[in-house]
């Protein structure tokens, strides 16, 4: 890209925006901002990257001049010393002569900006978005990729995991619980027929006090964000990290640019004042959040809504809170739209059936709904959700907060005998995240002595000095405590 000085955040991410769109390409195939040194620091350059996730590479006018572009300015050419600063720039973070150009550059009043990426190497993955890749002759530093996105605590468990103990899920063990595999069980003898989920839509609005077209019925929650993310037109999209990252994930596959909000330790990675800027028009959080474990104030959560603004709460793991307190639930006098995805997955343990629900006014589920193929729920799914909105279903997911509010208060007292182990602030849900030098080599030496957890640095603003792990029986967390100290003195 090439940039002038009146050139503004706005500007550039929808100046962006369409010149991939021009590619058929989503804001997630973004690697790196590639423009002329010295441009790298311009405010709005530094926004926009920080919005996309991606570094921003600088190179030399010697060097973007002799990077032959098929558009040449004598203009531009007088101006900084090279004919064409985007479509050059572009190539030269693509990897030089070997890359292809696939948008020439495009303009608006203040920037320009041209699309190039990287030949395909044998080992790329086709169905993912493919990062620029700077050339190892460039004069500049060749940057990482951002986060992995896609990343998700099942993998830490599988391939060689056989034989771990799973603190990488956050899925409550012993579940499903007997009465409920027997009600699930007993809809094999109606797979003949289509799913119906008038009842199962039925008893989850009244489980929240709403009316039924308030109500979607979702494939996981999973699904929602990706509904949510077809059926929205937001153009300030701001996503809370750190978080569940297939929010982000779904929006960026859907061509949208995100602006991620990074709350710190510091701040015990609560929201503060201000921390959300006035113009998001999109707001995505999770409450309580996943991989924090914070619950956040429902007034503070409320004080987000804003009328113009979309504001999509994941609460997947509320029902792992005593009281679901905080929860918004039920709250429908909100100004704006105010959007609350639920799990059935964690205190149930469906994860492989695939349940959840989204919560929000009747003309926005109804959008949401014809983003939905037909049927995209199957019956034994339904029925779970039936079954898990029953006032005996909420008495036993609530005792089960209660008793896991116990096991998680054992395994706090537990870390603390380790002077290298921190963990920030109060944590209120099925999981803790664990701050400790050296994480990464510690995750390793737990899975050699039995133990798989989950790895933090996929997660926006955290990093390798990261782990979550998850809360299990006393017993399981007495072992987990042992091996952790002989992983700590490896």
């Not at 599988?158 to 899925?171: E, F, H, I, K």
């Not at 909420?394 to 005998?417: P, S, T």
């Amino acid at each position: 890209m090439g940039v002038r000085g009146s050139a503004t955040e706005a500007e550039l991410l929808e100046l962006i925006r369409r010149t991939l769109a021009a590619a058929g390409l989503p804001s997630g195939a973004v690697g790196a901002l590639a423009t002329l040194a010295g441009k790298g620091g311009h405010p709005a350059v530094r926004a926009a990257a920080a919005a996309l996730g991606v570094p921003v590479a600088e190179y030399p006018a010697g060097a973007l001049a002799a990077v032959p572009v098929p558009n040449p300015s004598g203009v531009v050419g007088a101006a900084v010393g090279t004919a064409g600063v985007a479509e050059a720039a572009a190539l030269a973070g693509a990897g030089g002569g070997r890359a292809e150009l696939v948008v020439p550059k495009r303009k608006s009043a203040a920037a320009t900006v041209a699309v190039a990426r990287a030949p395909r190497r044998p080992h790329d993955r086709p169905t993912e978005p493919r990062r620029a890749a700077v050339s190892p002759h460039s004069p500049v530093e060749q940057f990482p990729a951002g986060p992995d996105l896609r990343h998700h605590g099942d993998a830490e468990v599988r391939a060689d995991g056989a034989g771990l103990v799973d603190l990488a899920v956050n899925v409550r063990t012993g579940t499903p619980p007997v009465w409920l595999r027997e009600r699930l069980a007993a809809t094999l003898a109606d797979l003949a027929a289509y799913p119906d989920g008038a009842a199962a839509r039925a008893a989850v609005a009244g489980r929240h006090g709403r009316p039924v077209d308030e109500v979607l019925l979702t494939s996981g929650a999973a699904e929602a964000f990706v509904l949510l993310a077809r059926a929205l037109t937001s153009r300030h999209i701001v996503v809370v990290h750190p978080q569940f990252t297939e929010p982000e994930a779904a929006l960026r596959d859907a061509g949208h640019p995100v602006r991620r909000v990074l709350l710190t330790p510091g701040e015990g990675f609560r929201l503060t004042e201000g921390s959300v800027p006035e113009e998001a028009d999109l707001v995505v959080l999770g409450n309580p959040t996943n991989p924090t474990s914070v619950l956040h104030p429902a007034a503070a959560v409320a004080a987000l809504a804003r009328p113009g603004r979309t504001l999509v709460i994941d609460e997947a793991f509320m029902d792992t809170v005593p009281g679901e307190r905080e929860s918004l639930a039920a709250v429908r006098d909100l100004p704006g739209r105010v959007v609350v995805l639920r799990s059935l997955t964690k205190t149930w343990g469906l994860a492989g059936l695939r349940i959840g629900y989204v919560l929000g006014p009747a003309p926005l589920i109804a959008a949401l709904a014809a983003a939905q193929p037909l049927w995209p729920v199957s019956t034994p799914a339904l029925v779970a959700a039936e079954a898990c909105s029953t006032p005996a279903a909420l008495a036993e997911a609530d005792l089960a907060a209660h008793e896991l509010a116990v096991r998680r208060e054992h395994v706090v007292k537990g870390l603390a005998a380790f002077p290298a182990v921190r963990v920030h602030g109060e944590p209120a849900a099925s999981f803790l995240l664990l701050e400790l030098p050296g994480a990464d080599a510690v995750r390793a030496r737990l899975r050699t002595l039995g133990f798989a957890v989950r790895r933090g640095d996929t997660f926006p603003g955290l990093g390798p000095d990261w782990l979550r792990v998850a809360v299990r029986d006393e017993a399981t967390t007495d072992r987990f405590l042992a091996a952790l100290a002989e992983a700590l003195a490896g």
